[in-house]
């Protein structure tokens, strides 16, 4: 059975682990590039922030989720 990843800044993927989600932190481009070169084999879908996403570019395996950006609240 495959596993969902979490990738990404500390303060927005550490929450997911409450729901079983492998959780990397990574909080610059070069953290992110190194967690994704060494994601357990198991992990079928990546969740990425955006900051993650950015740092990895457009060629992405397995599947990847992007998530939105924050946006301030009036």
Do not use: H, K, Q, Y
Not at 15 to 25: C, E, R, T
Not at 55 to 71: C, D, I, K, S, W
């Amino acid at each position: 059975m495959g596993r969902i990843a979490v990738l990404g800044e500390s303060a927005r993927v550490l929450d997911f682990g409450l729901a079983g989600a492998v959780v990397v932190p990574a909080d610059t481009p070069e953290a992110v590039r190194l967690a994704w070169a060494t994601l357990p084999s198991e992990v079928l879908v990546v969740i990425l922030t955006p900051m993650a996403a950015r740092a990895l570019g457009p060629v992405r395996n397995p599947l990847t989720v992007v998530m939105a950006e924050r946006t301030s609240r009036p």
